[in-house]
């Protein structure tokens, strides 16, 4: 009977990789074949290289492969040192304790409220320019220059780099709690070594494997941008994720190639970054053995990695937090004129007039994310139960495939089968694909807790006759209660920001507050965006909150619960 | 407190944890090569009063007092400038760097760089492990990890030592040979050393009971 029952958990810890891993799987099929001409839909079934030959002629071409390279290599590696700095020059101190809930606040801004919110700040019309004009800056018109959508894409550079520095740091502190981190750099400075130098020489290398994962989340969606390259990048030509998706949504046919050469070469891009950076990661840690043999106890480069990581992780908090307020304010604007900072008068008639929208775009969104986020639930703690032999183990890999590509790369793909099936565009596939991108966030999160759980307690039930089946809801769901709630919240925020695969999945037909923003966003209409990004914001707050106020609600009941 | 400028001398220390008292008014007086060992019940400042001489006493822990290493005063010093070493239960070996590379890590800086190397030799022959520079420390012994780990806190060349319950994690059979090797290798550097442990079979040298 054992043995009967561990097969069917087995075949049930399936369910999570194969939901994610068959449309993932299918999508790469669907942009890779197309690459080399083969796609029967649109009854080509030969090879070819012209679709990769018109990518590469295309004018566009050279130019966006250069801001992508700039603004995502130089995002995700900006991101990286900036968040081991910052770590490192703060760990020492009382106030690396208190990071948490802030960090948490400013991680559940939507990237599309934040990128909506940063070019409200920083547009030559924005509010930086309201504050300081005309009398510092003696401008009386907006000046005529491009801060939004450079060329060069330094400001999708920047928004990158400050978005994602805050979600490395927060997984930098969760990995830390997996050594003996306050006692080694305590040992490392009885030695002689500075706070920062003991950090970045002891601790650093020894979380590293454990956010390894998130970093190279970090480079493929900082490569693949396209709620943050569409509002801060460049436009003529935009960033190669952004020319994907322009040529999928064409109406000429023969684009249909050369975009799926484009996403494959967006695919390309990814590895290869992931690849320099994996080579650098090695450089780095043969210097740092040379630092050790060196002997040397302190320097600039403290100074200087201190300095650099606490300016953008500050940077990070503020922007995040000024993003904030600037929809909030445009939101309530009444009549509002260059170059005043403030709105000369405040209306709530663009909530009012919103109002049925809102409430139309907020039941799709919250319903999109809770059934996405339940799905998830159940089957990463199948799969994690499958898998759990009573030891520690580290997270599978292919559940988190997802996360790890540029999902310009393999969400369009995806869509071939979906026609070809004829479910394109319904509420069913949206959920799916949201799927893709909730359950690997969910499984992330729950793997710590899960292995963390005592074997004992289980063994225990097991002993007093409970099947493995009631142990698991009886015994371990709910001594998991805290960090399910959490996840729940993760989940839901992840599901609630998605704006690509929305679009593709819903095939247009489908609208959440996260679409209309992003619709709304290349319009000129401030005061109906301002109000759209607002009602976005809040949700992924509320679930913060109510995760929050549930586990501390529980907490206060079993004060024995741990985890 | 007559005022000697070699050892360690601790003038009137008192720690509270939240504005309750640990520790009121204790003074110390440590002789350079003498070793002081303080027993008592958990929970009545023993490690705390390791944690103010070492620099890391953290909130919600409060201390002040006098702490004088060799004729420097300590108390308002970061960690790193104090020239402390310290030995805790758990050897805390560095887990991505080989056995080699956690010694050499200790060494001062003003070593030359060809010296590094003939130094971590010659620590491993101490510590009676002399091949195993190369080795990852997960291989290691409880037993063979605690001497590195002590080779370590003394290529680093500490003015003072302090030992926190250093022997408690090691199986019973070992300890003696431990304790022995332990008091062996620093007996020879002549430093000051405090010993903090509830095991009375660990005492050394003078003995302070707090309660």
Same mark, same amino acid.
């Given at each position: ?7 069917? !958990? !087995? ?74 700095? /910052? ?161 999928? *949504? ?37 210097? *740092? ?218 095939? *247009? ?14 319009? *000129? ?27 501390? /609600? ?10 | ?98 056995? +080699? ?25 101490? +510590? ?84």
């Amino acid at each position: 009977m054992t043995r009967h029952s561990g097969t069917r !958990w !087995w075949i049930a810890g399936q369910l999570l990789p194969l939901a994610l891993l068959l449309p993932t799987g299918f999508g790469l099929l669907g942009v890779l074949l197309p690459t080399f001409g083969f796609h029967p839909g649109l009854n080509e079934t030969g090879f070819s290289l012209q679709a990769i030959n018109a990518l590469t002629g295309d004018p566009s071409f050279g130019q966006a492969i250069w801001t992508t390279l700039i603004s995502g290599l130089g995002g995700a590696f900006l991101s990286v040192g900036a968040a081991f700095g /910052f770590c490192a020059s703060i760990y020492h101190t009382p106030w690396f304790k208190r990071l948490r809930a802030p960090l948490s606040a400013a991680l559940a801004l939507p990237h599309v409220s934040f990128a909506v919110g940063f070019a409200f700040l920083l547009a030559p019309s924005g509010f930086l320019a309201r504050l300081i004009s005309p009398e510092i800056s003696g401008w009386q018109q907006p000046p005529d220059f491009l801060i939004v959508g450079d060329p060069w894409a330094l400001c999708l550079l920047i928004g990158l780099a400050l978005k994602e520095t805050l979600f490395l740091v927060l997984m930098i502190i969760s990995a830390l709690g997996q050594v003996r981190a306050d006692a080694m750099v305590r040992t490392a400075q009885s030695y002689g070594y500075g706070p920062v130098r003991a950090f970045m020489l002891i601790i650093a290398p020894q979380i590293y494997r454990q956010i390894r994962i998130p970093i190279s989340a970090v480079i493929a969606s900082s490569v693949g941008s396209i709620d943050l390259a569409l509002v801060l990048g460049p436009s003529a030509p935009p960033t190669l994720a952004v020319l994907v998706l322009n040529w999928f *949504g064409d109406f000429d046919l023969e684009l249909q190639f050369q975009a799926a050469a484009g996403a494959s070469t967006l695919l390309l891009i990814s590895l290869v970054a992931i690849g320099i950076w994996d080579v650098l990661e090695r450089l780095t840690g043969q210097l *740092g053995r040379l630092w050790i043999w060196s002997g040397r106890r302190s320097g600039w480069a403290d100074i200087a990695i201190a300095a650099f990581g606490q300016s953008v992780a500050g940077l990070s908090l503020f922007a995040s937090l000024l993003s904030v307020l600037v929809l909030l304010i445009w939101s309530f604007a009444g009549q509002w004129q260059w170059p005043e900072a403030l709105p000369m008068s405040w209306s709530l008639s663009h909530w009012g007039s919103s109002m049925a929208a809102i409430i139309k775009l907020s039941v799709t969104t919250i319903g999109l994310a809770c059934i996405s986020t339940l799905l998830a639930l159940i089957l990463c703690l199948i799969a994690l139960e499958a898998r759990d032999k009573g030891g520690r183990s580290r997270p599978q890999i292919l559940p988190l495939l997802p996360l790890l590509l540029p999902q310009a790369s393999f969400l369009f793909g995806v869509t071939i089968l979906w026609s070809a099936l004829h479910w394109d565009g319904s509420v069913a596939i949206v959920i799916w694909t949201h799927l893709l991108f909730v359950g690997p966030y969910i499984y992330l999160s729950l793997h710590g807790p899960f292995q963390a759980l005592d074997p004992r307690s289980a063994l225990t039930a097991r002993t007093l006759g409970k099947t493995r089946w009631a142990t698991f809801l009886e015994v371990k769901i709910p001594l998991l209660f805290r960090p399910i709630v959490t996840a729940a919240a993760i989940g839901f925020s992840v599901s609630v920001t998605l704006y690509l695969p929305t679009l593709v999945a819903g095939a *247009g037909r489908i609208s959440t507050l996260a679409t209309e923003t992003l619709a709304l966003a290349s319009g *000129g209409d401030r005061k109906t965006l301002g109000v759209i990004a607002i009602s976005l914001t809040v949700l992924p707050f509320l679930a913060l909150l109510a995760s929050l106020g549930l586990s501390d /609600f529980v907490a206060t009941r079993r004060k024995g619960l741990l985890i | 407190m007559n005022h000697q400028t070699s050892g360690l001398s601790l003038e009137t220390v008192s720690i509270s944890i939240e504005s309750r008292p640990l520790l009121s008014n204790f003074s110390l007086h440590i002789r350079s090569g003498e070793v002081v060992t303080i027993m008592g019940p958990s929970g009545v400042g023993k490690s705390s009063l390791l944690a103010f001489v070492s620099g890391s006493l953290r909130p919600p822990f409060q201390a002040s007092g006098r702490i004088d290493l060799n004729g420097r005063q300590l108390a308002d010093l970061p960690i790193e400038q104090r020239r402390v070493g310290v030995i805790y239960q758990d050897d805390l070996l560095f887990a991505h760097l080989t056995i +080699a590379e956690n010694l050499a890590f200790a060494l001062p800086s003003k070593i030359a760089r060809r010296e590094r190397q003939e130094r971590v030799k010659a620590a491993l022959v101490d +510590a009676e492990l002399p091949d195993f520079g190369p080795r990852d420390p997960a291989t290691l012994s409880g037993g063979q990890r605690a001497r590195i780990s002590l080779m370590r806190a003394l290529l680093a060349e500490p003015e003072a030592l302090l030992l926190d319950e250093p022997f408690s994690k090691l199986d019973p059979a070992l300890r003696d040979r431990m304790r022995a090797f332990t008091f062996e290798r620093i007996s020879a550097r002549a430093l000051p050393v405090l010993l903090v442990t509830h095991d009375p079979a660990d005492v050394e040298g003078r003995l302070i009971t707090l309660s």
